[in-house]
């Protein structure tokens, strides 16, 4: 399901769970709903708010470090290729077929970057995708410089060509990173049995059923924000493409 049918579910859920607080209201006899009970339930309820406001607390900061480290690392992506095509003009003639056959596939890999951002492509295959990035380091492995200055470069080459091998990797596994169901669940049960209790004891009038409602889409719009900052590559938050596209540019040049 997508983050806005997960949030819209939740936001369904709670508000019926609330619904169903205000019938059982109707039912109950008067000494289930007295002070007392009153008192011990608002305490119950207490823990479980607290433990729900800390846990959506802390997966919403997970949540957004997780988004800033995949900006992070398609930015870093796109230097690290900008780089090594600039590195490779460094180098000289020796390496021009190599620069030539590089920018091709660099281009295509700022292009799918970028429309990942965009949400206009998802597909990703680290094996078939990784496989230019190898066969350039094995290309670069094979030079052989004549001086100390492309010696120097042949090291830096290598060097960044691994880490573009590893920012694959990393990218793929940010990409099917997501929240477990368990978890959803539980946070779901926590918030039927909160938003129970306040209809409850809740009184029946309209400003009471709008901040009941305004709570659950409060509620429901964090675990949305959650749910999309997981997905940097799709839905409304995205990575921003502009550095990719200015990386784009100036290839070749």
């Known amino acids: 399901m997508s983050p806005i049918s997960i949030a819209a579910v939740v936001l369904v859920t709670i508000c019926a769970a609330a619904a169903i607080g205000l019938l059982a209201q109707r039912l109950l006899p008067d000494h289930h709903l007295g002070s007392e009970t009153k008192d011990t339930v608002r305490l119950a309820i207490g823990t479980i708010t607290a433990m729900t406001a800390l846990i959506l607390g802390l997966a919403t900061a997970s949540a957004k470090n997780t988004f800033d480290l995949t900006c992070r690392n398609v930015n870093d992506a796109a230097v690290d290729l900008i780089t090594i095509d600039r590195m490779l003009q460094r180098y000289g003639e020796e390496a021009a077929d190599i620069r030539g056959d590089v920018e091709k596939m660099m281009r295509r890999r700022l292009v799918w970057l970028a429309e990942m951002g965009e949400g206009k492509s998802q597909d990703y295959d680290p094996l078939t995708s990784a496989a230019w990035i190898e066969a ?3 290309r670069i492995h094979g030079l052989e410089p004549r001086d ?17 091998l590893r920012a694959r990797w990393a990218l793929a596994a940010e990409q099917h990173a997501r929240m477990p169901t368990l978890f959803l669940l539980t946070i779901g049960l926590w918030l039927v049995v909160t ?3 306040y209809g409850l004891f809740a009184g029946r009038n309209a400003t009471v059923m709008l901040a009941l409602f305004l709570c ?6 964090a675990i949305f924000l959650i749910l999309e900052m997981e997905r940097p590559f799709g839905g409304f938050v995205r990575i921003n493409t502009e550095g990719l596209r200015r990386a784009e540019q100036a290839l070749g040049k």
């Open 136 to 138: 350039t380091a094995d």
């Open 148 to 164: 100390l200055r492309q010696e120097g470069i042949k090291d830096q080459l290598v060097r960044l060509v691994e880490a573009a």
């Open 216 to 221: 659950a889409l409060s509620v429901s719009s």
């Open 195 to 197: 938003f129970f209790s």
